[in-house]
């Protein structure tokens, strides 16, 4: 009885926000002649699921892509998986006509929809109107439909930066890919991949998952390049 009690003296209960960082920064980034500003965190928190409220390297491989090749963007309709703080989505957000930015994590989304706010301010008057955030968990297939009953026309291009590195997630990302990709049709959308490579076997994943659903996975020529003191590169994926 006394073990028991023991026992029960030592359980320690900790509230989710222990492990939450929200102490967010005021930002500015350069990319090419554009200035982005961004509340984010300068380092990661405890919570290994959180890792969307920093910005990280490929988020910036992508971002020097996209304002090198601006037209891409122009005119169009963009979904990003897993976007963090949204840096990407506010570079998009001088081209594209419509914007749906998205995270599977709750707290993400909160930092996310402040940053909409703040770069949606009256002085910022070519900042696109129709820039939403929303909850999407890859794989999630009541989460896509709702996503596609919303956006009927669906997206002309798919983005994600840096969303590769935990391999059991990687299956639904590209079963979400997929999905989005086959709502447009062959040859109306592709996904533009901004890789960072970090272990080979992930590398060989990527590659296979993409192949395994149907699809063509290509590196653009000359986007292969150092981002921190690892290897990055841009894919563009479309369905084959």
């Known amino acids: 009885m006394v073990k028991q009690e023991e026992e029960e003296d030592d359980i320690v209960c900790l509230d989710e926000s222990f492990f939450i960082n929200d102490n967010y920064q005021?930002?500015?980034f350069t990319v090419g002649s554009h200035v982005l500003l961004l509340y984010c965190l300068q380092s990661a928190s405890t919570d290994f699921d959180l890792t969307g409220q920093l910005v990280w390297p490929g988020a910036m491989?992508?971002?020097?892509?996209?304002s090198k090749n601006d037209e891409l963007l122009q005119g169009c309709s963009m979904i990003e998986l897993g976007s963090g703080v949204g840096i990407t989505g506010m570079l998009c957000s001088r081209f594209c006509r419509q914007i749906l930015l998205t995270d599977h994590n709750d707290e993400v989304l909160k930092i996310l929809r402040r940053n909409i706010q703040l770069n949606a301010s009256a002085e910022n008057p070519g900042f696109c109107a129709a820039l939403e955030a929303e909850k999407l968990e890859w794989g999630n297939s009541d989460q896509i439909t709702r996503i596609l009953h919303r956006y009927p026309g669906g997206f002309d291009l798919i983005l994600g930066a840096d969303i590769c590195f935990q391999q059991s997630s990687v299956p639904l990302l590209f079963d979400t890919v997929e999905q989005l990709?086959?709502?447009r049709?062959?040859?109306?959308?592709?996904f533009i991949l901004a890789y960072v490579s970090r272990a080979k076997m992930m590398d060989l994943m990527v590659i296979a998952e993409a192949t395994r659903h149907g699809m063509l996975i290509n590196e653009v020529a000359g986007t292969r390049s150092v981002v921190g003191n690892l290897e990055g590169v841009i894919f563009e994926i479309t369905l084959c």
């Open 181 to 183: 990709l086959k709502n």
């Open 61 to 66: 491989l992508l971002n020097d892509f996209l």
């Open 185 to 190: 049709g062959r040859g109306h959308c592709k």
């Open 26 to 28: 005021l930002t500015t």
